[in-house]
């Protein structure tokens, strides 16, 4: 049984940073696995926020967090981060990891098989 725990989240004021991590366990993780971060603010839909392979060789940001946001993955650990700099109050959100155990790459929520409960990241002006 795959297991997704998040943690790293809490209260920081703008153009502060934090880093959240999301411990995976439950099987072998294979090299085209995705991991993927998401988020969900009050009142809106879960969004897209980043992803990486496995494998560490590819990354996908959106334009929101684009420069602002790096994701990165310790193999050893079995763990995935993403490091949220210059943050701004409309970051603010329950943030999720997922994982992907297919072969795709994807930014679609439907594609993720695994979440975990999320992390309430909230961004003060």
């Known amino acids: 049984q795959v297991q997704l725990v998040e943690s790293g989240g809490g209260l920081v004021q703008a153009g502060g940073s934090l880093r959240l991590s999301c411990a995976a366990s439950g099987r072998t993780f294979s090299s085209w696995y995705t991991m993927g971060w998401f988020r969900q603010a009050p009142g809106l839909e879960r969004e897209f926020v980043a992803a990486i392979r496995w494998s560490g060789n590819r990354t996908y940001y959106a334009d929101s967090v684009k420069g602002r946001f790096t994701i990165s993955r310790d193999n050893a650990k079995t763990t995935v981060y993403v490091q949220m700099n210059s943050l701004k109050p409309e970051d603010t959100a329950v943030y999720y990891c997922?994982?992907?155990?297919?072969?795709?790459?994807?930014?679609?929520?439907?594609?993720?098989?695994?979440w975990g409960q999320g992390t309430q990241v909230t961004v003060s002006s």
């Open positions: 997922a994982l992907d155990t297919g072969w795709g790459f994807s930014v679609l929520l439907r594609e993720y098989d695994y």
